[in-house]
């Protein structure tokens, strides 16, 4: 099972780091994530007691970070206080540095600059000590503490206090754009409503939309958020659905229709019967998909975490030997090579890749779910980026699955009007929707009691026995699996009939292409990813489908189990060459879902089967979803990556520039804080971003 808690506090990413790591040690633990961008640890455990756990996880928590409380709700964010006593030390601190650059050399000079360091400083010092203490050495304060304290050895006083009060800056700096990525992340899923109007007798009380209970009546005024899912009894509106689907445009709805909780009542006043509790509705499954998206760690992060406990010692042991091996072997200055190992030390922190990095990850996660997108995690996110092929499923994902009676064709002695009502009474228990199309074209009224026994074939359609005869309705091949005859003249697009193992005619149907099916395969054609459909729909029906949609690689004729074969015959073609992405309607498809390497479910926000399947929901029956999904993804990972090389492309230069004497401790801090606070500003980006959809039915 998996428990989920919450790190208030938390504002340390290495200590995240090492919190992790100790946390996936405790008993009955098989792992732990951390997630620094919500200040959460998810936990998967065997059945043990929550509370010891809980106290067994705070004493951990508190070994590194001892003000970090673990709680089980989540806390509100609160804007960063700026009048706190640390603070005001620092500030103090900063004051005395001022002062002390104003007065002539002495010792009051020195008296100053020693407070000034030890006023801005004397957190770092503690912590460095508390974590030596513990066995934790390698983190950002130790190497701060040893380097600014080799400073002061060597008599460089100066530069000791204005490197620590630069870190506490920086550090001070980092914590605001950290918190600031934390509120705009937080904004976009902010769309659970608190409170819900139940209607009693003629008055409403308010309750908390826990309360709520299914078949409560609840009171929804224009421009609030519809708390629970459920179905309108009184009044009409308009709704804004954005923060579900993305659609910018209301959407109208009358009484009888059925609302999804966080949408927001535009304009009249709803009466609405609560259908789900508030942990069931939408709003509610949208925000645990998004919140825990995050435990499942792209392959970037996890190769990120690995490396910073590894990169980090092994700094430390270079910068030892610059200050050991020149002065002992060569006759180099030891305080000369001493300065050059500090300059070593400040540049190791890993600081900028450890915090930006799922930042940006999850940003981008937050994005997608602005756009009606839910990615259920950072490594799903970052599979989009690298799929080159996409196969679609057709019915009900390119196309409406909406199909209409064009033309019934009978054969001697039976009419058209009897093939449509042996068929009809046939299809008349089936959820397929070309059988519920050929119901609703049946004018006259269906006689349940006609019929005596339904066998469906699953894949191929329906045998019945009806006014005791047996009827056949599907494909070519159910016809003959029993023996019938179908003539090769008429259309095998079609749904052929059979009586008593006698043809009787064919009903030939459409399903039309959604709207943005085609500007979405134009632009995953042009982008050069590999297309291909795939369908259980006859070839001469897929092929004038695919023709319509510009998609050459069509195969159909399939059941369901030969879809899951054909996706693995794509996928070992594809092997070593990019990622594989299945996008199917959610329910039908859900084996080819699982199997590939990216399973995306269209329009599934109702559908549990999909949801837990999936690996991304698309939340609206858009296939354009799909371009924005890759479109979010492929801009997440080019700011991951120009954070990578930014940390990595500066520290080298100034670890490079340090080991030959050219680069002085205030260039080392500005490579490890600087260079933190210009990467998560960047992983900020990703949230700002808004991706452009194209106009007139998306065929661009």
Not at 490 to 514: C, F, M, N, R, W
Not at 575 to 595: E, M, Q, T, W, Y
Request: with cysteine.
């Amino acid at each position: 099972m998996r428990v989920v808690y919450n790190l208030e506090g938390l504002g340390c990413a290495s200590c995240a780091a090492k919190i992790e790591t100790a946390a996936s040690r405790l008993k009955n633990v098989d792992s732990a994530v951390v997630d620094f961008s919500t200040s959460r640890i998810f936990l998967d455990i065997d059945p043990v007691d929550i509370n010891g756990l809980k106290r067994a996880l705070q004493e951990t928590v508190a070994t590194y970070e001892p003000h970090v409380i673990v709680t089980e709700h989540q806390a509100q964010l609160e804007k960063a206080r700026l009048l706190t006593m640390r603070n005001f030390s620092f500030l103090l601190g900063i004051l005395a540095f001022l002062t002390a650059l104003l007065l002539p050399q002495g010792s009051i000079k020195v008296a100053l600059y020693i407070l000034s360091y030890g006023l801005a400083g004397y957190e770092v010092l503690y912590t460095a000590l508390r974590n030596i203490r513990q066995g934790q050495i390698f983190d950002e304060n130790f190497l701060m503490s040893i380097a600014t304290i080799g400073a002061l050895g060597i008599g460089e006083f100066p530069e000791a206090a204005s490197v620590m009060i630069f870190y506490r800056a920086g550090e001070f700096l980092q914590s605001l754009a950290v918190d600031r990525s934390r509120r705009s992340i937080s904004a976009l899923i902010a769309i659970r409503p608190d409170t819900a109007h139940r209607k009693v007798g003629d008055t409403t009380v308010d309750i908390p939309v826990e309360e709520v209970r299914i078949g409560d009546q609840l009171v929804v005024r224009p421009g609030e958020r519809i708390p629970v899912d459920g179905r309108i009894l009184h009044g009409s509106s308009s709704l804004d659905t954005s923060a579900l689907t993305g659609e910018s445009l209301p959407r109208d709805v009358s009484e009888g229709a059925e609302v999804l909780s966080g949408c927001i009542n535009l304009s009249g006043l709803l009466t609405i019967e609560a259908t789900k509790l508030a942990r069931d509705s939408a709003v509610s499954r949208i925000l645990n998909l998004v919140e825990n998206a995050t435990a499942n760690k792209a392959p970037t992060e996890d190769f990120i975490t690995s490396f910073a406990r590894y990169y980090t010692p092994a700094v430390v042991g270079i910068a030892a030997l610059i200050a050991i091996i020149p002065p002992l072997l060569f006759g180099g200055v030891f305080s000369d090579w001493f300065y050059r190992s500090l300059v070593f030390l400040v540049v190791s922190c890993p600081c900028a890749l450890v915090v930006s990095i799922p930042l940006g990850f999850f940003g981008g996660i937050g994005r997608a779910s602005k756009q009606g997108i839910l990615v259920k995690g950072s490594n799903f996110l970052q599979a989009l980026y690298e799929a080159d092929a996409i196969v679609f499923d057709k019915t009900g994902t390119l196309t409406s699955g909406q199909f209409s009676v064009q033309k019934v064709v009978s054969t001697a002695p039976f009419t058209e009007d009897e093939v449509l009502e042996m068929a009809a009474h046939a299809e008349s228990a089936s959820s397929h929707p070309i059988g519920r199309s050929i119901t609703r074209a049946f004018q006259g009224e269906l006689d349940e009691s006609s019929i005596e026994a339904v066998e469906e074939h699953s894949g191929f359609g329906v045998k019945a026995t009806w006014r005791g005869s047996d009827v056949l309705v599907g494909s070519r091949h159910l016809l003959l699996r029993f023996g019938v005859d179908v003539p090769h003249a008429l259309d095998q697009s079609g749904v052929h009939v059979a009586k008593d193992g006698v043809y009787a005619g064919t009903i030939l149907l459409a399903d039309e292409p959604k709207k943005g099916a085609r500007g979405a395969i134009r632009s995953l054609t042009s982008a050069g990813t590999k297309v291909v459909m795939l369908t259980g729909d006859s070839t001469a029906v897929a092929n004038r489908i695919g023709a319509e949609l510009g998609i050459t690689d069509v195969r159909s004729e399939l059941l369901p189990h030969q879809k899951v074969e054909e996706l693995e015959h794509i996928m070992r073609e594809n092997d070593g060459k990019g990622k594989v992405v299945f996008v199917g309607d959610g329910i039908n498809d859900a084996p080819a879902l699982a199997r590939a390497d990216v399973g995306v479910a269209m329009g599934a926000l109702g559908s549990e089967a999909a949801i837990e399947t999936a690996d991304v929901v698309l939340m609206t029956d858009d296939p354009y979803s799909v371009v924005e999904a890759m479109d979010t993804a492929k801009r997440t990972n080019h700011i991951v990556w120009q954070n990578i090389v930014l940390a990595f492309g500066v520290k080298l230069v100034v670890l490079a520039l340090g080991a030959l004497g050219l680069a002085t401790l205030w260039e080392a801090v500005f490579a490890d804080v600087g260079v933190t606070v210009l990467a998560v500003l960047n992983s900020t980006r990703i949230i700002a971003q808004k991706g452009k959809r194209p106009l007139e039915g998306y065929n661009i």
